[in-house]
Structures are given as C-alpha cells and as structure tokens.
Nanobody, 122 residues
Framework: QVQLVESGGGLVQAGGSLRLSCAIS????????MGWFRQAPGKEREFVAA????????YYADSVKGRFTISRDNAKNTVALQMNSLKLEDTAVYYC???????????????WGRGTPVTVSS
C-alpha cells in the first residue's frame, strides 16, 4: 500500500513562494513517477506537475510553467514542489499523486495524499 503525505501548505502573499513536500511510504519508491494536482474551490482537480521515477523528465501545466519546479529525493523518499511568484489563482488544495509506475504522465493515478491547502492573498 502506497501512502502519500503532503506538507508545506499555508498562507502566502501574491508574489511569494512556498515549498510543498510529499513523503512516500513505499519500499520501492525509486520506481514511482510522482505528480502534483490541485483543486480550487468550486473547480475540478487539475494537473500541476509530474516527474519520472529517475527524475530526468518533468512536465508542467501551462499555468505554472516557469514558476513551479518539481523535484524528488529518492534517498529521502520525498517529492517537492517549489512554487514561486504565486498568484491568487494558485489558491487550492494541492495533492500528491502516483499511479505506481515509472513513467510520468499528466493523468492522475490511483494513489492520492490527503492534500495540503495553499492560500494566496493579495
């Protein structure tokens, strides 16, 4: 059973930065591609970023390209999402996600964390 636990959310002013982290409890973490999704109030959950199991391939939603960076530390079993130049429209609950396979995609997998809320204020 894969367990994903997000942390790092909070309240930040527009233009500021936050770093989200996802801790993965799975012995074979090295072979899991990971992703981040978000869901804003009243909206559907949407793809944010993904990273392959080796870390050599990353994908981003157009809305966050150039501002967000996804990374992973296999030694620590964690995946991070560095969010810079935050905008009001980045306000959402952010979820860590994986389908258990090595290839990064923009489609959601079956494993989800409980989410961490991010609120960007003006």
């Amino acid at each position: 059973q894969v367990q994903l636990v997000e942390s790092g959310g909070g309240l930040v002013q527009a233009g500021g930065s936050l770093r989200l982290s996802c801790a993965i409890s799975k012995h074979t973490f090295d072979h899991y591609a990971m992703g981040w999704f978000r869901q804003a109030p009243g909206k559907e959950r949407e793809f944010v970023a993904a990273i392959s199991w080796s870390g050599d391939r990353t994908y981003y939603a157009d809305s966050v390209k150039g501002r967000f960076t996804i990374s992973r530390d296999n030694a620590k079993n964690t995946v991070a999402l560095q969010m810079n130049s935050l905008k009001l429209e980045d306000t959402a609950v952010y979820y860590c996600n994986s389908d258990g396979g090595p290839i990064a995609t923009m489609s959601p997998g079956i494993y989800w964390g409980r989410g961490t809320p991010v609120t960007v204020s003006s």
